[in-house]
């Protein structure tokens, strides 16, 4: 029985949530990585936009409570308002293109005048989400909030450990997975997706090839605007929404989307894994489970942690930079501005 | 030096636009603007002369910034005789020992062929020195933070006098880019920027955490000035006469002769530097840091040490950098960790540079300047339109409550707004590069 | 006529989240004095809005210039958080003379800070409801405790003065972490409490951080009792955090008697969220100001900074909320009182705030008062 | 004692061996051809060599000694330069500070000298200069002195690579293709450049190129690579002559066009 | 005369600054191969991108089939039936050399195998390299690759700038070989080159260009024959 309380211990407090905090961070970073390769900048409105999708979404999920429509089988009525969520996003994604992208695309202007115009849209949708949301912390989550909660688990387990699993991580980790495999069959066997790499390429010879940059471009912030949405939605949904929250997401993507190699849509998931992974991991107080482990009269009497968790997005950091200086691109090797 | 009509045009106009401030606003509110638009300005020089001159994408700006403001509470600050009785030692000794696991693990990572035995080796040497350097530094640093905690807790400083602070605070930020440039100029744009970014991050960490060094999160305050406070310039009698004259109150004069003090001071330091930089810009230096910029390939094939000229330009700005944080500490009279956030520390810097013209001196002061105007002024310009936009409505209709209870997030969106227009309007910068 | 007063807060940044509902608090304050009419013979309030951005002290410094020199405002209520409050008041509020009173700047430097007279706050130092807290802890049979508070000068603070009365009263802390506000996930910071176990989580913070701490501690299962500070107080934190705040035991600056019920009572009907941090102290601190000026007769900052002391402390008629027209009549006669306000105002010279706490209890998702310290 | 010694040298990418067990010399003195089909790692021999590429193993000497693995800026202090295929221009840069960067040792390109010596900075760009534009006119791109590198044709970025060989005293000039692109008068022009630079300055040559105009006018001896090995090694007309580099290289359609051209002249 | 396949007539314009093309005049009749030869940075390069629409004229017209295409992008003059390698970065170097091959094919609805299969056995090292990315290529094989990627539109006019730079002789000659074969097949081939002898031999029609104008216009034989051109341009 000891090994196994020792597991659940373990998964409850860091398995568990790092996975479903790495998928939702998967989902950002691979909309990060995407506008990079093809539309050539970092885009530093990621977090802000996300948290207007979510805020969209949010206004739908209200809206259709107050119609006293709920969500299937105990989920999130969320779930149901996603896809007005993602016509708000996509279209405040392609606006912001046409005002502002558009023109630097034209003029070729520097990879960094890219990044300072995302910057500068990044104030203003936060201004646009802060006036219709306001900036506390809204719930929007109903239905079950559990599959099963600590407490269900120890008594139907016995254990003396328990191990809970939210809904909204179930769904996180789920989602996350399919879109995944549809992201990767997309951008690799349909003609869309060989124009998006083609054009990321070499944007003139797309153009000789009979690409149209428009299209891709089109298309780039559709599939990042879903990808925001979903991302949004299901961190809000596990973790409350708070528009500040949502800016806050911007490094750990970022770092993400770096570590794994930027432009690399796998190396972004793997990226993203890893960041949640070291950050619950590597500050994770191991004494618990070991109490569990070892042998009586030998538990542990200091926290068994590799370091303290003042220091848990230092940690982060810090790995990262480790990581970049044995693979100077990223896991999967990136590209470079 | 190298300003065209336009260039001196446009600074006139910013400077028309401070004096419209001093007119309408107040002349106190001018210069609070103008010295922060000065230190702005140098850390935007700093920036500038990384990515500008060599293309090296620092997003760390806020941790060498941060550096350079510990140097004031260490040199400014006077000592605390209780804390270092209580653990200065042991807190010496712990640092020494974790220097010395350092260099013990470099050098057996030198020494050693490449094996497995190494990485044992080396792991070993680590974990060792880990845990002797943590038994004699935790027990130290635990005594020093005991010692009277609400208003002390810490080493204190060495009580110099504060300007020296100024330039240590340089050559701290200057030790610690060589330390990060030594490890992490092998890594190209993105992959700097995220390393950069990491390790500022771990700066403020560590000076957010270890409170006996400077307080931590509960702050240094009351620091020593380099110009006399505006209150202490009250009772001083030309200041008084000075008030007579212009028909100002003391305290408002006080006020602008001590702003005008630091403005003076860092006038001149921005001079010096504009100078120096200017000078090394349009030289064969200033040639050859572009040619690096431009192709790192070609450049070394051409003979040059691309590493080495890296590694110096990142600490030539990072310690730019470092002083215009000392500077900054040294005028606010106080160390806060916790407001060194990368929004404003580093990512408005490169709006500066950006917006100004990246690769031109001129083009980062000028964009200091007005990205600074921006960001302080917006403010009271996002409640004005707010005004405007609800004037219409029904008194005390929801929306309009709700949108002039919004009014305050109205500061960033017009600050993006302004951004966005400046950028499109001149996207290579206020003042391009030639 | 107007006499303009600021109120400088963090509007955006790290605590955005609730000073909306502290500038409505003093605002509140302001309104009920210009609706008296008794202000200084007719005068009205009129309030001047700036950001303190709560970290970035030198936008927060030109805001205050700004407020002062340019807006011309007699008293400031504000700043907020300690870093940005004493840049303000060092730089900016002593060399124009300009009086200030924080709601919510908790940093002790501040008691020893020479201000000229002119800083005051209407929250109550750390020291003491560290060790009132303490006290409650032990009293209700969990002598080992898991401690968070939240990484600033005020969660640092009050941490160490609970864990030193704590200790002192026999009590184990098995573990002390420090949360960063407005992260999205505090798995880890749990996962290592958790591992060290103990009876109940004491978590000194605000809704933002500190509430998410405790509802994830209490999904993963990692503790069942619930001990927080005066910074989670309010309806947002029973919004946020649900069922798992059932039962949780706090503490709260506030007046015994009305001055409370009252206050939430008007900020009801206002459509004001009274329930919200430093609300109340916000009120205070407004109301404060504009009885200051009632006293002085005349609406200056010298006068303003001489009166606070005289009208906060007895002697005098004791003044709760939604009672200042009667505090200005008893003024404007020359008389004298004694402001209690929401939080049972009790200013110790500048710079220091004493007042009594309540303990409450958590049931049915309502504040419950157990009894008053 | 040669010049520049290739002993063994491998270079892999993953699996694939670009070069393959090079072994070949290049007499002081000389203009050495390198040919080969594409593909044969002909410029990733280059990269080895020029401290771009680490080997996989083998070794590099120049004038006996051991110069594997060096940096290429410890390369270029030595003496060796090379031409990049695709061209590398400084692209911010006009022409002209394209040319006048290449100097080493200006004293200019130290910060203290910067700031504090002036004079002698300036008399230096005075003569650096001089060169720039001697150089710049010789190749017939004068005219776009001021232009920004990144804005000329194709062939005049060709042609720059090549002047900045010609801006320094170099011993051994590594061209990877300088007359692909460039117009074949002008290249003929550049052809006696470079016999020029071997005879008058002693520049030692290895030239790669695909114009077998251009390698006979200039060329002896001539290597041929093929699959990352040498395949052979003599004179042009040994070259053309050898079975196996007709087969891999040449191809016979090289007779018969030669034959076809010549009937028009 | 009748209305050439394919003329860019009187153009004149640059990229911003001074124009860099003045009044110059290229056509190619079907079934023809014209040949654009000059010094370097006389305008070739841009002359050919003006004809494709990458450049703003601002003067001159360039018609297809008699209709007038000044006006369209790049993008839509691919979908009228013209292919372009340009001179420099005419690959996708992070893609395999068969998804750049796909990319060439990008407009096509059909089946596109057989055309595949005919470039790789034009190019038969580039069927050996099928799955790497054609930024590993060595130079000459990427040259290979992008002729392949045009090839696969299967256009009706294919527009070639120097394709043959850095190939090796065997190559070229299969290639110039496979351009007369294209061109027997009815495309019109437009094309700049520097190994002019070998090109104008098979040419049509040549040009050549100096200082962004036409200095002389003749069929590719007499051109050749000219020792004024001989000398001055074609390296004696
Ligand atoms: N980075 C790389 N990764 C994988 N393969 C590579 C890489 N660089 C070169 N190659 C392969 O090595 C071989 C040799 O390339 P190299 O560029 O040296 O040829 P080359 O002889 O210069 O040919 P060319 O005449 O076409 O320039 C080629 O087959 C190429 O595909
Ligand atoms: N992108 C550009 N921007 C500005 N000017 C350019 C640009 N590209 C080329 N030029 C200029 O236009 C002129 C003609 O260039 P073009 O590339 O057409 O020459 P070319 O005849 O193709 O030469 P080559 O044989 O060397 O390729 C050159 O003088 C060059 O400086
Ligand atoms: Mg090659
Ligand atoms: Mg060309």
Redesign the pocket.
Known sequence: MEPLNALVSLSNFMLIPALAYGSQLALGALGITLIFSILRFAHFAHGDTMALGTAAVIGGTFFLQAQGVTGPLGMPTAILAIPFGLVVMIGYLLAADKLVYKYFRKVKAKPLTFVMASLGVMFVTNGITRLFMGVGETRFEDGNRFLFTVREFREYTGLAEGMALRNAQAITVVTALIVMVVLFWFLNRTRSGKSMRAYSDNEDLALLSGINPERVVIITWTITGILLVLAGTLYGLDKGFRPFNYFQLLLPMFAAAILGGLGSPFGAIVGAYVVAFAELGITYAWRRVFTYLMPEGLEPTSMMQLLPVDYKFAVTFAILVIVLLFRPTGIFKGKVI | MSLTARDLGLFAIMGAVLALVAMFQSPQLAITILNMSLISAIMALGVNMQWGYAGLFNVGIMGFTAVGGLAVVLIAQPPVPEAWAAGGLGILLGLMLGVATILAAVIVYKRMAPSKLRGIAIFAVLAVGYLVTSYVFGPAKQAVQAVNPASEGYLGGAGLPVVLAWPVGAVFAAGVAWLVGKVSLGLRSDYLAIATLGISEIVIAVLKHERWLARGVNNVTGIERPVARPIELQPVPWVQSLADTLGWTISQTASVVSGLGYSALFVIVLGILIWLAERALNSPWGRMMRAIRDNEVSARAMGKDVTRRHLMIFVLGSAVCGLAGAMMVSMDGQLTPGSYEPLRYTFLIWVMVIVGGSGNNWGAVLGAFVIWFLWVQVEPAGRWFMEIVTSGMADGSDLKQHLLSSAAYMRLLTMGVALLLMLRFAPRGLIPER | DEVKMGVLLGFTGPIESITPYMADGAEMAWNEINESGLFLGGHTISSVRADSTCVDSSAAQAAAERMISSDGVVAIMGADCSGVTMAVLQNVAMSAGVPMISPSATSPAFTTTESNGLFFRTSPSDARQGEILAGIVMERGFSEVALTYTNNDYGSGFANAFEESFLEMGGTITSKVAHEEARGDYSAEVGQLASAGGDALVILGYVDGGGSMLRTAYELGAFESFFIGDGMYGDEMISAVGEALEGTIGTIPWAEGEGADTFHAMAEEAGVQGQSSYTRESYDAAALLALAAQAAGEATPEGIAANILNVANAPGEEILPGDLARALQILADGGEVNYMGATNVELVGPGEAAGSYREYVVEGGEYVTVRFH | MAMIRVENLHKHFGGFHAVDGATLEVEKGSITGLIGPNGAGKTTLFNVIAGVLPPTSGQVLMEGEDITGLHPHALFSKGLLRTFQVAHEFHTMTVRENLMMVPPGQSGEDLWSAWFHPTRVREEEHRIRARANEVMEFLTIDH?AD??A?????????LLELGRTMMTDAKIVFLDEVGA???RTLLNTIADAILRLNKEQGYTFVVIEHDMDFIGRICDPVICMAEGKVLAQGTLDEIKANEQVIEAYLGTGLKNKVLKEEGHV | MAEPFLIGENMTG????AD?LHDCTIAVEKGQIAVIV????????????AVFGMLKLRQGSVRLQGEDITALTPQARVNKGMGFVP?TSNIFPSMTVEENLEMGAFIRRDEIRTTMEQVYELFPILRDKRRQAAGELSGGQRQQVAVGRALMTKPSVLML??PTAGVSPIVMDELFDRIIEIARTGISILM?E?NARQALNIADKGYV?VQ?ENRYTDTGQALLADPDVRKSFLGG
């Open positions: 776009i232009e920004k990144g804005q000329i044709s194709g062939g005049q970025k060709k692109g460039v117009n | 640059g990229y911003g600054g860099i000059g010094p370097n940075g006389a305008g070739k390069s841009t002359a050919m991108k001179q700038d120097e700049v520097q260009m962004g």
